[in-house]
């Protein structure tokens, strides 16, 4: 054992976190330079980030980001809200619980990206219909995690409510919400990923813009370049999406145990 | 100096709670019969399954009875009780001051006079410099002092008190029992306290009621012979209190004696 060792355990943990994936960028990029496939239907990573540097500069990916991230964020929101409301209405009352369970357990399964052509007859082919699934998307995970939040709130806390003379408004905006919390932000977290998932695949059809858009039209072109240069992109804004809401997380539930 | 008894009075009769079960129900408690003096602080003592928190739930108004009456005369209280919870049963997501706000909040208490009240609680408890603070970030003892607290903030008709002090290292216990006895001297309020330590209840109490189990009945009411005011650690070194706790394990001994006869009969 070494006497004095330069890095603390977290820095070790850190390196050991980026070397998975950079070893393999840097083992894709080497198989390349050494011949062995075919780099007109396997870019480089070089080749990517050449890409992607003259993608952002000409304003192409900027266009198509910023359409994905929108229909995604208005999804997100207009769809998780109404769900954590419902969520919690559940675990209250019981006659709301009765009538949206089966609700739930049919529609839940159906592949959201299923309901598009339905979806492109009602809104037409703008950014509603894909907010639109979005929503439908995010919907489930949120109700479904908000209402086991709420449901698995300790009887104790029930008990003290009703003996401090506790309305059943005050249960709901002081005990079950926040109860709840926890819960929610895990649904909140599953729900992000879905709806990058469901959008990406909607795009691919049914719009002239967007990241899926633009994967979809590069492979249809062959510049398979491109394509890589979507798939990434999409990445790093999950990643961002994610690390925003850990924070947003970490401010809401302050009582949450390190 | 006495204490000023000022309490709600209780009287309960025939009192029976029965859980129904899909093998015939439980008789949690049954036949008992208990009239409580305006501030009387009395300790339920009994083994697990006496039903003595069964008791207590119906009083705070979480559980029903099945039968039998309970008679509560706490006119002039705006609150009629107020309870202390085992597990402290503080909000985790209320810090300190907001916990013991809660029963305040829920009754509408105007916001100034509130402030006042929550303010003289904390100090009360020695909480002041923690009111801001979570309590997953406090000791077992300043949570249950945040408990009581919150409890007499409301300035209920009674206290009724869970086993609060059961989870506590036998040092803090110690401590917070002379506290609990201290704020009940000033305020004389009728406290009921819940506890499976009989040493703990003649420490406290005016009296002590003995429940046994299955069902949970009362077996003996004792008047704790030691006047208040109180000091709580003289008085448990005393010989006087040495004695009294042994007449009442002679009873108790041959109550579980008998109880272990029947069971392996």
Redesign the interface.
Known sequence: MSSKSPMSPKTQERLLYLISPIGLIALWQLLLMAGIGDRRFVPAPSDIAWRYWDMLTNGELETNTLATLWRVLAGFFLGSIPAIAVGLLMAMFRPIRIFFDPLIASLFPIPKIALMPLLLLVFGFGDASKIALVVIAVFFPVVINTYAGAANIERLYWDVAKNYGASQSVIFRRIVLFGALPMIFAGLRIALAVSFIVLVAAEFVSTKVGIGYMIWNSWELMQVDVMFVGIVTVGLLGLIATAILQEIERKVIPWKAE | MPVQRRGAAIDIAGLRREYPGTRGSVVAIDHVDLRIAPGEFLCIVGPSGCGKSTLL?IL???DRQTAGTITVDAAGWV?E???V?Q?S?L????SVEANVR??L???GVPRAEANARVEAALKLVGLTRFRNH???QLSGGMRQRSAIA?AFV?DPGMLLMDEPFAALDAQNRVILQGELVRLWEQTGKTVIYVTHSIEEALLMGDRTVIMTAHPGRIKQVIDVPFPHPRDLLQLSASPEFGKLKLDIWRVLEEEVNRARAEMEK
């Open positions: 739930r705070a108004g979480l609150v009780n107020a309870m919870f597990e049963g909000f985790p997501w209320m809660f029963g909040d829920t009754r979570f309590p997953h919150r409301t």
